[in-house]
């Protein structure tokens, strides 16, 4: 009991003397009394207190703790000048800092620039996070990096001897203006280019070889290529130059450090093509070391896929030169077929070995396939309005089966051929690999166009003359594919109303069913629109045809391909009127036997029945504006025979379109695009080809420098005279019976090509232009489906009827938001084309067709 009250004496004595300590070290620490902030005038000073400053009023002033503050401020770089003072006060320490805010950039201005504009410089300095803006604190380090990418940009744009510098100019109280003075020099171009060295090859080839870095000449005039920059040439090296050697079995090829220098060198003579006066020279050291042939090539391990098979399709035998070219590029498409089987994480391990002294080279693939996948969900995503069953009828790719990458390229094909949303890209559609479950989820993205427009159209056309309509579409009626339009349209030259209806999936079936019901009228003037006049160049009417009837078709697509079949039937009560005098002869020459009546009777109403069986390949990747892809389609429409009607004909038709990305000259911005059209029409039995179904070709949507049907075989008929007893009048002057000739006349051709090409290339949203060059040739092969001309005969002119027309230009085109189809403005001149004169007793008449033409339409060329 004593030893424990001693024990807790002893344990209250430490505790005294512990506060005792306490006590005194207490009163000797010093406490920050105050902590002040001056010269801040835009930034809060709340926020430097919270944010930055760790030193408080209240708690033990350590100098260590300021020195921290004032270099968190200085890091903040909102501040060009920090001072901390600190003085007692009346129970501690008082904190100054004092500071000077940086001033403000409040404009920046960019004077001498020429060859580059100021969005490219502010694109420039996104791309380099330089930070330097209207309203960001001025820094000079940022001035200085703004200065050296406006000389990049020099460089870049062949202006390597120019200059920048700028000019901070102080805006009273706390602001400056920043402006950069370019002075961008002369333009100094590659002048020429030469390799050194162990190169084998010739020079030539090795330029050629060269994809970024050129010298100067009419190509790289227009792609920039001439242009020196060491990042692209060195690019050009490693990628292009290297992959070239290593196609030709120069396995070990190394180049050294290029040497460039500016020279003045000699310009050249044609203006467009001249060499700048001041030139790049650049040489590039080589050695291309020896040459490799293929020793053993070796696949192991392959799974699923034969060894021996994927050897076989390198193409590459033991003793063949190595093209590495030709590996890398069997090694892509082994890769797309493990995709093809649902093996997305396919890789290999290649083990190379060179046997210097034999200059042989083996390779080892071990294939490393890794597990298949399956599909387990097909997701679509921003389809608001259109039916997931719309999509997925489209979709190759199928829930539940053997994920295939070529399946889902198709897909998508399919799925932007509809035309029902933006251009579904790559980055629209991801694949989400589970690789503990072996499956991946397909997410598809989609971007809906308007499914429904009302529209109010007008202007001028070749086809329609003056016009003005209202029309109505919608091409996903309800999200669920179908589409509608109804159409009217009433112009000078043309009255359309149109009733279309089209199922794409006939009873859940994989039929397609389109329905069109109309009632037009084309007006066909004048004479002048073959370029025909007489001497006074007066002009006449020439027919008026009016059409009333349906057209009906079913099509399938063939399995999952690209492939179409089907056929349509269509029935027409077809009206003639407003025959010009002179044509009389020929158009009811063709309608004779039509009707139980005269050839006047036909006029009123011809009826034609008809079936159109066609096949359609397309692999256009838009339903509008294709960048790439091919379009063929093979029709032949038949008419009359047991069909009925009242007039028996055949037409086959060939169609082919194909969109090519351009990758050469424009990085696969522009698309190069190509239309072929060939048509053949022939009458059997005892019928004839009709003069309004015959071929008139030229306007906006065939040869565009040509107006509307102005090409045309060329005919004038020859009737012999007799006297009152039958017998034939002599012509005293030749001595042979005399005969009357008709006025020259347009007949239409039964065979008619057409070949048009564009480089389109899209400017800036809705704006693009398009260069183009057509060729058209209308042509009469066969002169007795011209018709009965009873005692008279009819000769065709010769050069009407075999000359090539064409035509090239460019055109401006602007899609306009409420018909979403362009308006097209076109500039064309015609290189080929008639100019000549036709004497005919009648008269003497000249075909004068136009050198140039400059029109405007609303619609698409192809």
């Known amino acids: ?97 004092i500071v000077k805010e940086k001033p403000l950039v409040r404009s920046i201005e960019y004077a001498g620039n020429k060859s580059f504009t100021e969005s490219d410089i502010l694109e420039a300095f996104k791309e380099k996070k330089l930070g330097l803006t209207v309203d960001s604190q001025y820094d000079p380090v940022k001035i200085k990096m703004a200065e050296r990418v406006l000389r990049d940009l020099l460089l870049q744009n062949g202006k390597p001897l120019g200059s920048v510098r700028s000019d901070v100019e102080t805006i009273p109280p706390y602001s400056v203006r920043v402006r950069f003075i370019v002075d961008e020099g002369a333009n100094v171009r590659i002048g020429e280019i030469r390799f050194t060295g162990d190169k084998v090859f010739s020079d030539k080839k090795l330029k050629n070889a060269l994809e970024l870095t050129k010298e100067r000449n009419m190509i790289t005039l227009f792609k920039g290529t001439d242009k020196y920059h060491r990042e692209k040439l060195e690019y050009d090296i490693e990628t292009n130059l290297k992959a070239f050697y290593q196609e030709h079995g120069y396995m070990q090829i190394q180049v050294g450090t290029p040497i460039v220098r500016i020279f003045e060198g000699p310009r050249g003579i044609l203006p467009l093509l001249r060499k700048t006066r001041e030139q790049f020279f650049i040489e590039i050291p080589i050695d291309a070391g020896d040459q490799f042939r293929l020793g053993k090539l070796e696949l192991k391990e392959c799974g699923i896929l034969s060894c021996e098979g994927l050897a076989a399709a390198f193409d590459m035998k033991s003793g063949d030169v190595v093209n590495f070219k030709k590996i890398r590029d069997t090694l892509d498409e082994i890769k797309k077929l493990y995709g093809n089987l649902g093996h997305i994480n396919f890789s290999y391990i290649p083990e190379a070995d060179y046997d210097n002294a034999n200059k042989t080279y083996d390779l080892t693939l071990t294939m490393q396939p890794d597990k298949g996948f399956f599909v387990r969900r097909i997701n679509f995503l921003g389809n608001t309005k259109t039916r997931d069953k719309v999509m997925r009828r489209e979709f190759i790719l199928e829930e539940g089966k053997v994920f295939s990458s070529a399946a889902l390229d198709n897909s998508i094909l399919r799925l932007n051929q509809l035309g029902f949303f933006d251009r579904i890209e790559e980055s629209d559609y991801q694949v989400k690999p589970d690789e503990k479950a072996g499956s991946v989820d397909v997410d598809v993205t989609v971007k809906e166009k308007s499914q429904q427009s009302i529209g109010f159209t007008g202007g001028v056309s070749g086809i329609s003359g003056s016009f003005i309509g209202l029309n109505y579409s919608t091409n996903n009626f309800l999200g669920r594919g179908e589409s509608i339009e109804v159409s009217i349209v009433g112009g000078t030259r043309q009255t359309n109303y149109v009733f279309s209806f089209v199922e794409p999936y006939l009873f859940d079936s994989r039929w397609r069913m389109s329905l069109s019901l109309f009632n037009q009228r084309y007006r066909y003037d004048t004479y002048s629109t073959f370029g025909l006049t007489d001497y006074s160049g007066e002009a006449e009417e020439l027919f008026t045809q009016k059409m009333t009837g349906a057209q009906i078709s079913l099509d399938r697509r063939l399995s999952r391909s690209f492939w179409t079949v089907g056929t349509g039937y269509t029935f027409q009560n077809i009206g003639v009127s407003n025959i010009a005098p002179g044509f009389e002869t020929f158009a009811l020459g063709q309608f004779m036997g039509y009707s139980s009546g005269d050839a006047d009777d036909a006029l009123e109403g011809i009826i034609r029945s008809e079936i159109s069986p066609f096949v359609r390949y397309s692999s256009v990747n838009a339903y509008f504006n294709a960048t790439r892809g091919t379009e063929f389609r093979l029709s032949t429409a038949i008419a009359g025979g047991i069909l009925g009607g009242d007039f028996n004909m055949i037409r086959p038709v060939v169609e082919y379109r194909h969109f090519i990305t351009d990758r050469w000259l424009s990085g696969g911005r522009n698309v190069f695009a190509l239309n072929a059209q060939f048509q053949y029409i022939q009458s059997y039995g005892d019928s004839s080809v009709p003069f309004f179904d015959r071929f008139f070709i030229g306007g906006e949507n065939t040869v565009r420098g040509f107006d509307i049907r102005s090409i045309s075989p060329i005919a004038v008929t020859s009737t012999r005279q007799f006297d009152p007893m039958g017998n034939p009048i002599i012509d005293l002057n030749t001595g042979l019976p005399k005969t009357v000739q008709s006025q020259p006349f347009a007949v239409g051709g039964d065979t008619v090509g057409i070949l048009n090409f564009e480089y389109r290339i899209p400017v800036a949203g809705p704006l693009s232009i398009a260069a183009f060059y057509d060729l058209g040739l209308a042509r009469a092969s066969r002169k007795e489906s011209l018709g009965d001309f009873g005692a008279s005969s009819v000769d065709i002119i010769g050069s009407t009827n075999d000359t090539l027309r064409g035509s090239t230009g460019l055109e401006v085109q602007f899609v306009l938001p409420v018909v979403s189809a362009p308006f097209r403005l076109i500039f064309a001149y015609n290189p080929q084309r008639l100019d000549e004169w036709i004497t005919t007793t009648n008269g003497t008449f000249r075909i004068n067709e136009p050198k140039k033409d400059i029109k405007f339409t609303v619609g698409r060329s192809f």
């Open 1 to 97: 009991m004593a030893r424990t009250a001693k024990c807790g004496i002893c344990i209250v004595g430490f505790l005294l003397l512990g506060l005792a300590a306490y006590g005194q070290q207490t009163a000797d620490v010093t406490t920050v009394e105050r902590v002040d902030i001056r010269g801040n005038r835009r930034i809060p000073e709340d926020t430097i207190r919270a944010s930055i400053i760790q030193t408080r009023p209240g708690e033990p002033f350590a100098a260590a703790r300021v020195e921290f503050d004032l270099r968190s401020l200085y890091r903040t770089n909102y501040f060009e000048n920090l001072e901390v003072q600190e003085k007692d006060g009346d129970i501690g320490k008082i904190v100054t800092f």
